[in-house]
């Protein structure tokens, strides 16, 4: 009779670890889509230290990965079709894009975060952008890089130190000054926590 019901068991296990995951992605879901933009605190505890991976198929289907771009600095997007500030900001990072695209000296990368390869891409065709973007199945590296509300950014330097997170909507001129005074620090010193408080602690 318990052999009989084993595998009623383990099939009501696995359904409700489902619905768990489920909720707990729900529940993060709704975070990401009413936190209150309004705070531009910049803390983070992946500052000073190595960027997470970036691991993935881009839309038009090439391989990424975020360690082949060192040697430049690197802006991390995160964002949503579905999200309003995430529009608005788009056209700065297209601007910035395209200031860096004759030096190639910085590149950006987004993660779409709850999307489909198809929205995002019909997102890039109406706003531009000709960087490398990350549309579909990738909500895990969201999560890995303790992004909690969309946008959300990020500069890597050439080392692949994390030395800024931007919370909220950026501008050209956010991610403008932030480099500049990125670029002033010594690269030995990226990963020293005094050195990155000179960089501004918050962007408007």
């Known amino acids: 009779m318990s ?10 296990t696995a359904l409700v670890s489902a619905s768990i995951v489920g909720v707990v992605m729900v529940a993060f879901i709704a975070l990401l889509a ?4 309004g705070d531009r605190e910049t803390a983070s505890a992946l500052l000073g230290g190595p960027a997470p991976a970036i691991v993935g198929e881009t839309l038009d ?8 771009l060192r040697g430049r600095w690197v802006v991390v997007n995160f964002f949503g079709t579905w999200c309003p500030p995430c529009i608005v900001e788009h056209p700065h990072l297209v601007a910035f894009h395209e200031a860096h695209a004759e030096t190639g000296d910085v590149e950006v990368v987004s993660v779409a975060f709850e999307d489909t390869a198809e929205d995002v891409a019909a997102f890039f065709d109406e706003y531009g952008g000709e960087w490398p973007v990350l549309g579909e199945g990738v909500n895990s590296i969201a999560i890995g890089w303790g992004v909690t509300g969309l946008p ?3 500069l890597v330097a050439p080392n692949g130190v994390v030395v800024f997170k931007f919370v909220g909507g950026v501008t050209y001129d956010d991610l403008d000054s ?7 620090l010594p690269e030995e010193g990226l990963d020293d926590e005094d050195l990155l408080g000179e960089l501004p602690e918050e962007v408007s």
Not at 3 to 12: E, F
Not at 34 to 37: F, L
């Open 61 to 68: 289907g090439g391989d990424f990965d975020l360690d082949d």
């Open 3 to 12: 052999d009989d019901l084993a595998p009623v068991r383990r099939g009501r």
């Open 34 to 37: 009413t936190r209150d933009h």
């Open 178 to 184: 932030v480099l500049s005074a990125a670029r002033g």
């Open 152 to 154: 959300e950014s990020f």
